[in-house]
Structure formats: C-alpha cells, structure tokens
RNA sequence: GUGCCCGUAGCUCAAUGGAUAGAGCAUCAGCCUUCUAAGCUGAGGGUUACUGGUUCGAGUCCAGUCGGGCGCACCA
C-alpha cells in the first residue's frame, strides 16, 4: 500500500508548493480511529516551511487526489497527521486479488533475480544439534523463505569445518571410549566430549571391528567414523523440522591450493599484506587491528603454522563476493557476536562492499518444563538436544516458538505450554484458524455446493460491509507489506504477529458473520472472504515452514 | 574491567521517532438446541528499571547509573 499513496502523496506535495527533502513516512495509527493509513509529513514539513502544521496538513489535502472508490475520506487530525480512510469497495477488490493471485500473492520482485546467500545453522560435526543451534537454523531457513518470495535466486549455505582441533579432540573422545570397550581402563579428560554419542559411536565401531583397532595409532578411521555418523544425525534432526539447505560449504577448500599453488587462506594473507595490515611476531601472522582502533592485533596463522579460525572465515566470505551474491546474509547465535566486525573490516580493508552483507543475531534459549527453567549448558553432553524438543512437542511447535520472538530477546521456550491443545498454544491457534477454514469449505460444498475452484463470482465480495468483513479484508490486503516488512527486518516475528492477528479477525468474523445461513450471494461473498484468508494463512504458513492442517 | 543484547501489565512478549503504550496467558463476568466453544465478547491491571539530554513529539535516539544474559584464546 506504501506504492499506491507515495506518488500521490507526492503529488499533492508539489501542487501545493510544499518543497521539502523529508521522506514521506506512510504508517498504519495503532487506533482505526486515526483511519487504515496515515502520513505525518505536514508535522516533518511543518519547521522548514516555517507554518502551522494543521495548516499546511489542510493545503496538502485539498491538493489530494483520490477516487472515490478507493478512499472514502482523508482527514487532519492531531497535531499535524492526515489520516486515510479506506473505502470498503476498495478493500474488497483488495481481496478479489488475493484470491485471483493464490499462492503468488504476498510474492514480490525487488530481488530480481538477484543471487542472495544465507548462511544458518553452519554447526561443526562433532556432537548432535542443540536447541540453540535450532533456533538460528529456523530464523535463517524463514529468512531464506522471504528471500524467495521477494524474488532472489536464494543458496541456503552450511559452511562447516572437519578438519581441525575440535574434530581431533573428536575423534579421541571416540577412540577412548572404544578403548574402553576392549577392557582398557583409561582416564577420559574433561576437555573431551562427554556425550553419550560418542559411546554409541564407539559401540557402532566395536560392533563391527571388534578389538582390531586397538592398537592402531591412526586416528583418520575415528574421526571420519564419528563426522559421518554425526553430519547424518545433525542432517536428519534438520530435515525433521525443515530446515533445509542446497550447499554446504567444506571449510577444507579453502586451504586446497589453486592452480598457481597458492590457498585461498593464503590470498587473504597477501591481499591483507599489500594493504599493510599484516604483521608476524611472537611467532605468529597478526590481522593488524589496532591499525583500527581495536585494542588487540588478531590471530590469522598461528605459531603452529596452521590458520586460526578468522583467517578462513574472511577467506570464505570472499568467495560469497567471488560467487557473485548481491546479497549476503548471515545468521549466528550471540555466543559468536564477537567474530564478524573483524570478518567485516578485513572484507572493507580488501575492497569488497560489505553493505551487502547483513548479520542476523539470535538471543540463546532457555527452556521451561514443568514451571522450571532449565539453563543450557554446552560442550558438556547434557545440552538439550533438538531432536528431543522436536519428539516432545513436533515440528511446527518447534518453529513457531523459536521465531515467535524477537531475534535480540531471550527465548523462554515453555515446553509445556508448547504440548497444549488449545488457545494458549499459539500454535494451534493459528492452525485451527486454518482447519476451521477447511472445515467451513467442507460443509459449504455438502450443502450449498459451493466449490472455490469452479465459482468465481469474486465481484459478490463487494456486498460485505460489516466492521469484522472489512478489518478481515483489510487484513488481507496488508500481507504482501508484512512480508516486506519481515524481510527488511530479517524479523520472521512479524509474519507470525499478522498471522496471530489475521486468525483472530477471522474467528471474529466467524462468530459475528453466519455463513452458510446467510442469503446466497452474501453467503458466497462470505466463503470468498474466508477462502482468501484461508490463502493469506497458508502462504504465511509456507515462509515460515509451518503446516496447514484441513482438520484438527 | 570491556564489547554486544535485553529491562514495558502478576507471567510471556509487541509497539518503521508519532496520537490515549498494545496482545496472549493468568484473574473476574458473559456467549454453544444454530457453519469446529481448540472459538468469541467485556472488565480490571502501567511512573515503559533510574537520572539527565536531543525535538513539535521519546518505550524508541544520545549520555550516565542500576540490574540480567552472552562473549572477550595462537578454540570454532
């Protein structure tokens, strides 16, 4: 709606003489008192036209120009606002478009074809995914969603590191345990991974080669037994709740020598070199940071010879701008706040625009069962697994609540109130919307014969006139701005929020409006309306990777 | 100590610098012989942690204070 009143807004400025460089702000008044739209620009104007803001407001409105059919009255109010009033024809028609538009409607071009690249989840395999972990791989997966449907050629990207110290500590942890196995009794340190799955990995190994291996010193065999095992469960507790990806991206290439023999690692460090931001002491090759201000120069090759874990990270994100994404999008957990702003100024230092790049942070979780709040503990084996989350309380549980707050806050996952069956589950609140729906669709085609596939008597809409038809309506219309508005904010919350809404305008509707009772014209203007927010519910539910059930 | 995030109703959370700060849950009061009551309607509940500042206007921006979380490795 912000590209039907911006030009004519516009417009009006410039008839009415009104020269002035501050954007015009199209908002929606939390009170539909103030109207469905409004504009503060005659309070912004106001100083640098040196008037009375309500004055220059009624200049501004005589000078608008507006079908009837489309807004039925603009008014001042206020200190200075001009409010917008929507007329119901018009938001009828709105929901005409939504039906003639299906699962299109909501879909935008302002990608344009544009390669774009969200890189979520990115977990190491050396143990099973975390509920944490989970949350960031849904808010990226929702965040690639809207990227799609915003038009961008979208790779959803697991970068992933099996090589090593983590993945040698790994593969010790599992070579211990099955050492255990064969009856050496040995002490198992605290630095490695404790984690049952390693026991079973170890058992799995037993199985097959007995005490064959128990003098081998080789290594190789443990770590490769344990990162398949693994990256299967991780890929597979993935899959369970949707998150999906089309690249993964082996840290290891970066180290592989071109064919000028030369590492993509090394690239960065000659590249970094000629800009005179490299140094070498201590026996190690430093990122010159405090050339930046910072308080500390950076690792990038250790004194062992072997990169830290910065030099790769900026080595890879080179190869997104190699790859040719307009758009780089990356999604970690707060935990790893502290590695991008060096990431981002070796990018800068080398010349690529770093504008392109946008970060997605997530908050950590905790989780609540039975009233007690349970704190995360990682690295130690009693971390609560997403696979287990995902047993308790499903899939579509499990999305919602990790994406039904804010990115920046810290998501108190109550476990119990996800298992519930009623309104208070959001869950099924905006399901049931959907399945009651389906429901109505059902009887509607028994007893009226009404089937939205054949009937397209879309011009009958334009009878409904009552508040909970036209909030409904005017709900609908509001979806494709909601989904531009999440994705600007990389903020799938808001999705979830209208969705929230968007149900209960319906249930309203469908307590306050008789349906099937009603004279047939209204009764069938009545099912377009509920079969468009059927449409709204469901492509809402497709970007944020939640099932739309016919029945509950 | 320092960097980032958070502090809003009893609880969980909203609010592109806008108008009287909103939902849900919980509490209380209503609505099913009628399309799914897994629903709807209404009521009560607030010094937006605190103190200053910026401006037509601040929960939002800035500075400081106090609380809570997460980081601060030649781990990733």
Not at 73 to 100: D, Q, T, W
Request: negative net charge; charged residues 25%; glycine residues 6%.
């Amino acid at each position: 709606m912000h590209s039907f009143f911006f030009p004519l807004i516009q417009t009006a400025l410039v008839a009415a003489g009104v020269a002035t460089e501050k954007p015009i702000q199209i908002e929606q008044p939390s009170d539909k008192k103030f109207g469905d739209f409004s504009t503060n620009i005659a309070l912004l104007a106001a100083k640098e036209c040196r008037r009375n803001p309500r004055e220059l407001a009624q200049d501004i409105i005589k000078h608008l120009q507006f079908q009837p059919d489309t807004v039925s009255k603009i008014e001042v109010a206020g200190a200075g606002f001009i409010n917008f009033y929507l007329a119901p024809v018009f938001i009828m028609r709105s929901v005409e478009k939504v039906l003639e538009n299906g699962d299109e409607f909501g879909k935008g071009c302002t990608g344009k074809g544009q390669k774009a690249v969200v890189e979520y989840v990115s977990a190491n395999p050396t143990g099973p995914l975390t509920i944490g972990r989970g949350r960031g791989g849904v808010l990226g997966d929702c965040i690639a969603n809207l990227l799609e449907t915003q038009g961008y050629n979208v790779t959803r990207e697991y970068y992933f590191n099996d090589a090593g110290r983590q993945m040698q500590i790994l593969a010790e942890s599992v070579q211990l345990r099955y050492l255990e196995l064969c009856g050496r009794e040995s002490e198992f340190p605290a630095t490695h991974y404790q984690g049952e799955y390693i026991r079973e990995i170890a058992e799995t190994i037993y199985a097959e080669h007995n005490t064959a291996l128990q003098e081998s010193s080789d290594l190789s065999f443990f770590k490769k037994s344990a990162e398949t095992t693994i990256f299967a469960s991780i890929r597979k507790t993935l899959e369970r709740v949707g998150i999906k990806h089309n690249s993964f991206f082996n840290e290891h290439t970066l180290y592989h020598a071109d064919e000028n023999g030369i590492t993509a690692n090394q690239r960065v460090i000659e590249a970094l070199k000629a800009m005179n931001f490299i140094a070498e002491y201590d026996g190690a090759t430093w990122f010159l940071t405090t050339k930046l201000g910072q308080e500390k120069d950076k690792v990038l090759i250790k004194s062992s010879g072997e990169p830290s874990y910065r030099l790769p990270d900026i080595a890879y994100h080179v190869t997104k701008f190699e790859r040719d994404f307009e758009m780089i999008v990356n999604v970690f957990g707060a935990d790893h706040i502290d590695e991008y702003p060096d990431v981002l100024e070796a990018l800068r230092i080398l010349g690529y625009d770093t504008s392109r790049i946008k970060i997605a942070i997530n908050q950590f979780v905790t989780t609540t069962v039975d009233g007690q709040t349970l704190k995360m503990s990682t690295r130690k084996g009693n971390a609560d697994l997403l696979d287990d989350l995902i047993d308790d309380v499903g899939a579509d549980a499990t999305r919602l609540f990790f994406i039904m707050r804010g990115k920046d806050s810290h998501l108190n996952f109550d476990v119990d109130l996800a298992k519930k069956q009623s309104k208070e589950n959001p869950v099924f609140y905006l399901q049931y919307a959907h399945a009651r729906i389906c429901s109505l669709l059902r009887m509607a085609l028994q007893e009226t014969g009404f089937d939205p596939a054949t009937c397209k008597e879309y011009h009958l809409l334009q009878l409904l006139s009552s508040p909970a038809e036209l909030q409904l309506g005017f709900a609908l219309l509001n979806f494709p701005d909601m989904v531009k508005a999440s994705l600007r904010l990389l903020e799938p919350q808001k999705m979830v929020e209208y969705l929230h809404s968007l149900a209960e305008l319906f249930h309203r509707f469908y307590q306050e409006c008789p349906i099937l009772k009603a004279e047939s014209d209204i009764c069938k203007a009545r099912l377009f309306l509920s079969v468009a927010t059927r449409q709204v519910l469901q492509n809402g539910f497709r970007i944020l990777g939640v099932s739309a059930p016919q029945s509950m």
